[in-house]
């Protein structure tokens, strides 16, 4: 299994990014996504999550509104658009694939590399 994540970069305050999670390896239609951040000095934290079949999608409270997560079961690919990005923003980015996608943990399901995200003030 393998999740490649990508699309980081730095950016200024206000601005937006997409990110990209190519899986292969597993049925991606099978699988919750979701994408998690840490920055540094921090725990990993998760981000934004969304069902097999991307109806159901949810939200850490920080990030509501600015941040969009989709999925193109098709191409096997996960998305997070990111929009108004904030400083607070920065930190590197995963993507993650599992059961219960908002409490999954290190040592379950399946992680991408990371991707770094910087916005600058």
């Known amino acids: 299994v393998q999740l490649q994540a990508s699309g980081g970069g730095l950016v200024q305050a206000g601005g937006s990014l997409r990110l990209s999670c190519a899986a292969s390896?597993?049925?991606?239609?099978?699988?919750?996504m979701g994408w998690f951040r840490q920055a540094p000095g921090k725990k990993r934290e998760f981000v934004a999550g969304?069902?097999?079949?991307?109806?159901?999608?949810h939200y850490v409270d920080s990030v509501k509104g600015r941040f969009t997560i989709s999925r193109d079961n098709a191409k096997k690919t996960m998305y997070l658009e990111m929009d108004n990005l904030k400083p607070e923003d920065t930190a590197v980015y995963y993507c993650?694939?599992?059961?219960?996608?908002?409490?999954?943990?290190?040592?379950?399901?399946?992680w991408g590399q990371g991707t770094l995200v910087t916005v600058s003030s």
């Open positions: 390896g597993l049925t991606f239609s099978s699988y919750n």
């Open positions: 993650a694939a599992g059961e219960n996608i908002a409490v999954l943990t290190t040592k379950q399901g399946f």
């Open positions: 969304i069902s097999w079949s991307g109806i159901t999608r």
